[in-house]
């Protein structure tokens, strides 16, 4: 898995230590938090809430139904790549971890944009015996999920053109991502006023949204 991927909620990591959950010992850990609360802008907070992750049997998904009411775990089917087997977070397994110990280089596992929906879907099922539909949860990630599509994107090209080589570069990048997507989006037309409003802002309007991807993967192409 490319070491510069931006770290997002549902990143699965080994050999993490959970501070009084299963004697200490280090294993599998999901990132729990939601990604507008999991960084101090451009970085991880210090300390970030995880949930053990388990092997749980030797068969992926063996039939339909089998999840629908184990409202505490998340299943996460051929996590280890082989084919057959199904692991699985435990949410009622969450502690807070130093963020370092989330080492890029660890991780096993990215959930894709359907599978964090599903994931939050689960979250707010176990909490709260409500599970809002796929729908509404899109509709209100979808300014997220663009702009971590669009940090991707960043990290990748500037992968290709050798911006990033270490751990320092991508915090670099990341960095020069979150100024720029803090920044006013500029105006194509001159004579159009720009907006006020932050790129990232812009993201989650369906109408401004468009013009922002343009505009980023513009930026993207000169690094």
């Known amino acids: 898995m490319p070491f510069w991927l931006p770290y997002s909620q549902g990143d699965v990591f080994d050999e993490v230590v ?12 999901m990132l729990f938090m939601h990604p507008c609360t999991m960084r101090e802008g451009a970085r991880l907070r210090e300390a970030v809430t995880a949930v053990r992750v388990k092997f749980h049997q030797d068969r992926v998904l063996p039939r339909p139904g089998t999840w629908a009411n184990r409202n505490k775990l998340m299943p996460l089917p051929d996590l280890s790549g082989t084919g057959g087997s199904t692991h699985v977070a435990d949410f009622m397994l969450i502690g807070t971890v ?19 929906l599903i994931l939050q879907q689960r979250i707010i099922f176990h909490l709260t015996r409500h599970a809002p539909s796929i729908d509404i949860l899109r ?3 979808h300014g997220l999920e663009l702009e971590l599509q669009s940090q991707t994107d960043w990290m990748e090209e ?10 320092e570069d991508v915090d670099q990048q990341e960095i020069a991502f979150d ?7 500029e105006p194509v037309n001159p004579d159009v006023q720009a907006s006020t409003k932050s790129r990232r802002s812009l993201l989650s309007s369906p109408r401004e949204a468009p013009a922002v991807v343009r505009d980023v993967q513009r930026r993207i192409m000169s690094l």
């Open 18 to 29: 959970m501070p009084g959950i299963e004697d200490n010992e280090p294993g599998l850990a």
């Open 179 to 185: 100024e720029y997507m803090s920044g006013p989006l």
């Open 139 to 141: 509709q209100a990630s």
């Open 98 to 116: 130093p963020s370092v110990s989330l080492d890029r280089a660890r991780r096993v596992s990215q959930l894709s944009a359907d599978g964090r």
């Open 158 to 167: 500037a992968f290709k053109k050798g911006l990033v080589q270490s751990g």
